[in-house]
Nanobody
């Protein structure tokens, strides 16, 4: 069993930065691939970035490439999302998620966090 708790959301002006954190519980945290998703009002939940268990496999949605960076620290059971050059269209609730297996597999999402709100004003 893994519990995920996100933090670091807030209100920021366009062009600013935020760093989201996801804290995982459980001794098996390092054996899960992790990802960040976001969901804007009235829209579907979309993947933003994913990272494999030892950070060898990282992927980003086209909309955030070059602006966002995903990373993890297995010793601390943490996953991060550094968000730079934020735009109003990045406004959403951001969720972290864990999938069974060492590499991200959207068909095997096992755990979700409760989400953290990010609001970017123009």
């Amino acid at each position: 069993q893994v519990q995920l708790v996100e933090s670091g959301g807030g209100l920021v002006q366009a062009g600013g930065s935020l760093r989201l954190s996801c804290t995982g519980s459980g001794r098996t945290f390092s054996t899960y691939a992790m990802a960040w998703f976001r969901q804007a009002p009235g829209k579907e939940r979309d993947i933003v970035a994913s990272i494999s268990w030892i950070s060898t496999g990282i992927e980003y949605a086209d909309s955030v490439k070059g602006r966002f960076t995903i990373s993890r620290d297995n010793a601390k059971n943490m996953v991060y999302l550094q968000m730079n050059s934020l735009k109003p269209e990045d406004t959403a609730v951001y969720y972290c998620a864990a999938s069974d297996g060492l590499h991200w597999n959207p068909l095997r999402v096992a755990y979700w966090g409760q989400g953290t709100q990010v609001t970017v004003s123009d």
